[in-house]
């Protein structure tokens, strides 16, 4: 009770009891009135699968993903006690109760979601009297975490100006940064990056960088007859405050 939930765990979640790994505040609550004994209720998960948000009833993974056999189980809790029809002691029970919590047996990885801005995973676990069963859908949505710090694509760059760079009065593209993060939600992924000019050696050739393109344009042009040597140290970074250089 209820057949339908609808939750919101983060990849490290805080509410995510370590151990028995099961989520904080969240239990099935399975009976049956016809029963003399929770013990003959069983409470199982049917099925994990991944599913769209426009449509939970589509799904949209591989069925014998390992995914969905080995992501969760059912933590039956052993102080399930039953319910009186009032307080009298000798008044028949109105039912045998038994409750369980959803546990993880793995991390939930945002990243190993398919389409992971637009999946949730749809978990259907059944509680079954032998005979007959009912069945609780559990809506999960992922929420991405910034595990990852960003990369650069390359450790280093050369880069060769033209004879004509120095006759330009405009300035002049000279190379673009390129860097990528394994978090992959809008908020941590590779739109929420930041490039810029940590420094330059001689400084005179200090450049300007377009922050989200990693466009670098001089404000000097350097001219290839000086046979100068220009250290450019570059930054890319997240407002979330992870950062990597070069």
Same mark, same amino acid.
């Given at each position: 009770q209820p057949s339908l939930y609808f939750l919101i765990v983060k990849e490290e979640d805080p509410s995510i009891i370590y151990p028995p790994n099961y989520i904080k505040d969240f239990q099935f609550d399975c009976y049956d009135k016809d029963l003399n004994s929770s013990a ?5 998960? /049917? ?20 995914? $969905?056999?080995?992501?969760? +189980? ?17 008044? $028949? &029970? ?13 991390? @939930?990885?945002? #990243? !190993?979601?398919? $389409? &992971?801005? /637009?999946? @949730? ?6 509680? !079954? ?16 975490? =910034? ?6 694509? =390359?450790? +280093? ?10 006759? !330009? ?16 939600? &809008? ?14 050696? &001689? ?6 960088? =377009? #922050? ?6 001089? $404000? ?7 046979? /100068? ?9 997240? /407002? ?7």
């Amino acid at each position: 009770q209820p057949s339908l939930y609808f939750l919101i765990v983060k990849e490290e979640d805080p509410s995510i009891i370590y151990p028995p790994n099961y989520i904080k505040d969240f239990q099935f609550d399975c009976y049956d009135k016809d029963l003399n004994s929770s013990a003959q209720l069983k409470i199982s998960i /049917e099925s994990v699968r991944f599913v769209s948000i426009h449509d939970t009833d589509t799904f949209i993974d591989d069925e014998a993903s390992t995914f $969905r056999t080995d992501s969760f +189980k059912i933590v039956v809790d052993e102080t399930t006690s039953q319910q009186k029809s009032s307080n009298n002691a000798n008044s $028949r &029970p109105l039912k045998y109760n038994k409750k369980a919590h959803l546990a993880l047996n793995q991390k @939930l990885d945002y #990243e !190993s979601l398919v $389409r &992971p801005n /637009e999946t @949730l995973i749809r978990v259907d676990v059944h509680c !079954s009297d032998g005979t007959f069963k009912s069945v609780s859908r559990i809506l999960i949505k992922v929420e991405d975490v =910034n595990d990852h710090s960003p990369k650069f694509i =390359n450790a +280093k760059h050369q880069i060769i100006t033209k004879d004509e760079s120095a006759q !330009s009065s405009q300035s002049q593209l000279i190379t673009q940064l390129k860097a990528y993060d394994q978090d992959l939600s &809008p908020q941590y992924g590779n739109a929420s990056l930041v490039y810029s000019i940590a420094s330059c050696v &001689p400084d005179v050739y200090m450049s300007d960088v =377009n #922050e989200k393109s990693g466009d670098v344009y001089s $404000r000097l042009q350097i001219d290839a007859d000086t046979k /100068e040597l220009v250290d450019y140290r570059a930054k890319v970074y997240r /407002e979330t405050g992870q950062s990597a250089n070069i």
